[in-house]
Structures are given as structure tokens and as C-alpha cells.
């Protein structure tokens, strides 16, 4: 069966778009009340802020100004979503072992994916990461990083590849530059 060609138009996660993101996230925030917030914080901070706290944190971070990532909608639907901000922003990412820095350029960070349940399966990720791209160009931002999963067999649920799957990553001219076993691995896209 031929999957559906869908354009998405991507911008920026700002007040002005915020309800989107609300449209996208719905009740449960993605995935388990998350809201993008669970490489920002502390795990323990991140589970005791649940249903509510991380909400009102991402809120906070869009109404100061600061990246978040970049909202997707195919037509007036929001459809996707590709968090990515300045690396030293995700204090997971930035105290994991596994993803240690290699150099001292400042990296741009995408860490995670979320595309509503029907649109998954039609290649939004990998619009999404060209999206990424492009918005990285436009802001002069040299380095783009990501933490992708390796997946295991082709039947793995959508919800366990929310960092978005290394194949995509490679598709879109990113190298790998570390591999944490065989379920992950940390690719960079240079663009200067």
C-alpha cells in the first residue's frame, strides 16, 4: 500500500503556536505527561512534576523565549513535533556517559520525536529532520546532534522510538560518531 504524501509547513514553538503543541501533546502530554521535558530535568523532577508541572515548565520555557523545537501541522492539524535547543539545555544528555561530548563546538541538540497516531508510518520523521536542518541553517547553528534508537526488529512500538530511529537520521546526511551498544546511537550533522 503507497503511503499518502503529506507536506507538513513546520515553524517554531512559540506563544503564538502554543495551542498546537497542546493540540498535539492532548491529554497525556505525548507520552506519559512528558512534554518534552524529561532530558531538561532531574528524573525525580521530571516524575513528581507529572500531570501537570511539566506542562506549565515547557510553557514557561516557550513564554521566556527559549528554543524548545519545532511544531508540524499538515494542513490547520498539528501532525508532529521534533524537539531540538542548545545542547547544555538537556542535563541528560549532557551528564550521560554515553553521549559525552567529542569536542567543544557549541551542538545543537534533537532529542526527541512526536507524531500524532494518525500520520505515524507516512515518513514525517524524516521531514521533520530536514525541518530541523533547515531552521538549524537559518539561525546559523553549525552542529546538529541527535541520541537516535537502533531498532530492533520492524514491529518495535512507536512509542519506544521517540528519539527517532538512526536510519532517518543517516538519510538526512547525519554520520554516527558513537554507538551505545545496539540500541542507540549519537549522530552529528556539521554544517559548516
Do not use: H
Not at 18 to 38: I, T, Y
Not at 135 to 164: M, T
Amino acid at each position: 500500500m503507497k503511503r499518502p504524501d503529506i507536506k507538513l509547513n513546520c515553524e517554531e514553538l512559540t506563544p503564538a503556536n502554543w495551542v498546537k503543541f497542546e493540540m498535539l501533546m492532548g491529554e497525556r502530554g505525548g507520552c506519559g505527561n512528558c512534554w518534552c521535558m524529561l532530558f531538561r530535568l532531574p528524573y525525580k523532577n521530571f516524575q513528581q512534576n507529572k500531570p501537570d508541572g511539566n506542562k506549565k515548565l515547557m510553557g514557561a520555557l516557550v513564554n521566556e523565549g527559549n528554543p524548545a523545537g519545532l511544531i508540524a501541522t499538515a494542513g490547520n492539524e498539528p501532525a508532529g513535533w521534533i524537539a531540538m535547543a542548545p545542547r547544555e539545555d538537556y542535563m541528560k544528555i549532557e551528564r550521560a556517559r554515553n553521549f559525552k561530548r567529542i569536542d567543544d563546538k557549541p551542538v545543537w541538540s534533537i532529542t526527541c520525536f512526536f507524531v500524532k497516531k494518525e500520520f505515524r508510518k507516512m515518513g514525517l520523521s524524516k521531514q521533520l529532520i530536514l525541518a530541523a536542518v533547515d531552521f538549524a541553517k537559518k539561525k546559523n547553528i553549525k552542529v546538529l546532534e541527535a541520541y537516535p534508537a537502533i531498532p530492533y526488529s520492524e514491529k518495535v512500538p512507536p512509542p519506544f522510538l521517540w528519539v527517532g530511529v538512526l536510519s532517518a537520521f543517516l538519510q538526512c546526511g547525519f554520520k554516527i560518531v558513537r554507538q551505545s551498544g545496539r540500541s542507540r546511537a549519537m549522530v552529528r550533522l556539521d554544517m559548516v
